[in-house]
């Protein structure tokens, strides 16, 4: 909750800050985008490293956004957001022949506030695009489920790492801190609206977005704390390797956090005054002639 609270401290200073800073000019986004999830589950052949090489194209989900973005000039600019994205994987998807007979999967909502700071980094000579990088912080919601025997389970509510049967080991939380982070580009349609495209990925500091973490956990011990369908959630093996979901064998790794990332596409409308960010038509020299204004042309 301590995390929680300073988040949005955080999140409220930045955006009291730059409308004090840029209140008059401001754009509002709404978008889509297809999401995927970067972590323990499916990936490629070879060791698993949460990053695009992970990525499995048949786990592909989607997302919707809502935002605003307020400009403070031509070059920076913060954005505010709101997600509502799935994710899913399966190690069905992957060659690799550990995590392929290991056999899990998931799927989970994501409800997720961030604000990032938007940097222009390139125009283009006919000013119609403006390419730009960001980097941010966020908070996000999640609760990873799966189907067997075609029944949808929480698997957080059986402890399938033994969070319900080992002493000292814990539930893990159900919300974590991301940093959003990526580029797009801004085509610009005219003075008050344009389209974005955007690589935009998320570190976490959570690796239970799957349920999946650290090690198999003896099944009598989490039968005894939570029934028969926490022991056959926990372990769904279909390997051929002797011992491959023994107590203490490898189920996950803790090393490397879960991340995910959308490929998003969205509309933004500039309200206020000015244009938008980066878009403007010259405007011919002026002076003044006997105390009037007066437009010099050449």
């Excluded at 093996?237 to 990332?261: E, H, L």
Aim: proline share 3%.
């Amino acid at each position: 909750m301590k995390m929680k609270r300073n988040y949005l401290i955080l999140l409220i200073g930045l955006l009291t800050f730059n409308q004090s800073v840029h209140a008059q000019h401001f754009d509002l986004i709404v978008g889509g985008s297809s999401s995927h999830f970067l972590g323990d589950l499916g990936g490629k052949p070879f060791l698993g490293t949460n990053d695009l090489q992970d990525l499995d194209i048949l786990s592909t989900r989607y997302a919707l956004t809502a935002g605003m973005r307020f400009n403070m000039g031509k070059v920076f600019a913060l954005r505010t957001n709101l997600w509502y994205a799935r994710l899913s994987a399966d190690d069905k998807y992957t060659r690799n022949r550990e995590r392929h007979g290991r056999n899990l999967s998931f799927f989970t909502q994501i409800l997720e506030a961030d604000a990032v700071l938007e940097m222009n980094i390139y125009k283009t000579a006919d000013k119609k695009k403006i390419f730009y990088v960001f980097g941010g912080v966020g908070y996000f919601t999640f609760n990873p489920k799966t189907k067997l025997n075609g029944n949808v389970y929480t698997l957080r509510d059986y402890g399938t790492e033994g969070q319900y049967s080992i002493p000292g080991k814990s539930p893990y939380d159900l919300h974590s801190v991301c940093f959003p982070m990526g580029f797009g580009t801004k085509f610009i349609i005219n003075k008050r609206s344009y389209f974005t495209l955007e690589v935009n990925s998320r570190k976490t500091r959570t690796d239970y977005i799957d349920d999946v973490s650290t090690r198999f956990v003896d099944p009598n011990l989490l039968i005894a704390a939570k029934g028969p369908t926490a022991a056959a959630l926990a372990d769904r093996s279909i390997s051929d390797i002797p011992g491959f979901s023994s107590p203490g064998a490898i189920r996950g790794d803790s090393k490397d956090n879960d991340n995910f990332f959308f490929f998003s596409f969205a509309y933004n409308y500039t309200l206020g005054t000015g244009s938008n960010n980066g878009y403007s038509q010259r405007s011919r020299p002026r002076n003044r002639i006997n105390g009037k204004m007066k437009c010099f042309e050449f």
